[in-house]
């Protein structure tokens, strides 16, 4: 039975295990039909998860759930790898930094992000509690970076894997520019991973109504730069075609699954 990763589309914590496969050669079937509120309250998915949250990594052996224990045990496939370091206290080191980005980083935006999009009730105090451990945590990580690349050694560990994906949330939401201004070293880093090649397997595309692109969005988002910009031609009928596959989320989009689709008006 092949590796099987039950979650829904946009999942950001099930890429931990997803670019942990691209390092190690390994391939994870993600299914795409899988419903959240449906699929992971089916007798089947509540024998792999009891509580019936995602992702949840079905293996020959037996299921695996909490995406970083998944990733864990992706990155440990195909024997000798350099995910977890050539040495213990390399390998300490690593479960160390997973640690702190998974308790100190991703625990802070999300008490940040959360209540900004109503998921849990919006307070003051408590933004501004999530928000001054948020930059402790940032800090201590910023001052780390000022002199290594990469969190343990000289090349992507698992550590680098699953704090950049901790960090991509904050990153796509709600750590502006002028916010992460203030940790030059994280945001190098940030675009240094994200920008290597197993990172970069997932298509980025957008569209705008209108005759440019709102200033708003030139401001703030991070990679502008690195994606190439086209006025649609309406008089073009593929490219017409393109944009209703867009808007009506298309799948499989010019070949490829569409891993995660929003529209915001």
């Given at each position: 039975m092949a590796l099987v990763l039950h979650t829904y589309k946009g999942n950001k914590s099930a890429e931990k295990a997803l670019i942990a496969a691209e390092?190690?050669?390994?391939?994870?079937?993600?299914?795409?039909d899988f419903q959240m509120g449906?699929?992971?309250?089916t007798p089947a998915?509540?024998?792999?998860?009891?509580?019936?949250?995602?992702?949840?990594l079905e293996t020959p052996e037996g299921s695996v759930?909490?995406?970083?224990?998944?990733?864990?045990?992706?990155?440990r496939l195909n024997g000798d790898n350099s995910l977890n370091g050539s040495s213990l206290i390399e390998y300490a080191q690593i479960e160390q930094w997973i640690d702190f980005s998974s308790l100190e980083i991703y625990a802070s935006i999300l008490r940040w992000f959360g209540p900004r999009m109503g998921f849990m009730p919006y307070s003051a105090p408590a933004e501004e509690g999530a928000i001054s451990t948020l930059k402790r945590a940032l800090d201590a990580l910023n001052t780390h970076l000022t002199s290594n690349t990469y969190l343990?050694?000289?090349?992507?560990?698992l550590a680098d894997i699953i704090?950049?994906?901790?960090?991509n949330l904050g990153f796509a939401?709600?750590?502006?520019?002028?916010?992460?201004s203030e940790f030059p070293h994280v945001e190098r880093y940030f675009w240094t991973v994200v920008n290597q090649p197993n990172f970069t397997k997932v298509k980025g595309l957008w569209l705008f109504r209108g005759?440019?692109?709102?200033?708003?969005?030139?401001d703030e988002v991070y990679d502008m730069e690195l994606y190439e910009w086209t006025k649609v031609d309406i008089s073009d009928e593929a490219q017409k075609e393109r944009v209703s596959q867009m808007i009506e989320d298309a799948e499989p989009f010019e070949g490829e699954a569409l891993l995660d689709a929003k529209c915001f008006k």
């Open positions: 390092y190690v050669g390994v391939q994870i079937d993600v299914p795409s449906v699929t992971n309250k998915f509540l024998k792999m998860n009891p509580i019936g949250k995602v992702p949840v759930f909490e995406s970083n224990a998944i990733a864990r045990y992706v990155s343990v050694g000289h090349s992507i560990t704090t950049v994906c901790n960090l939401t709600v750590m502006t520019k002028k916010f992460t005759p440019e692109i709102p200033k708003f969005i030139m």
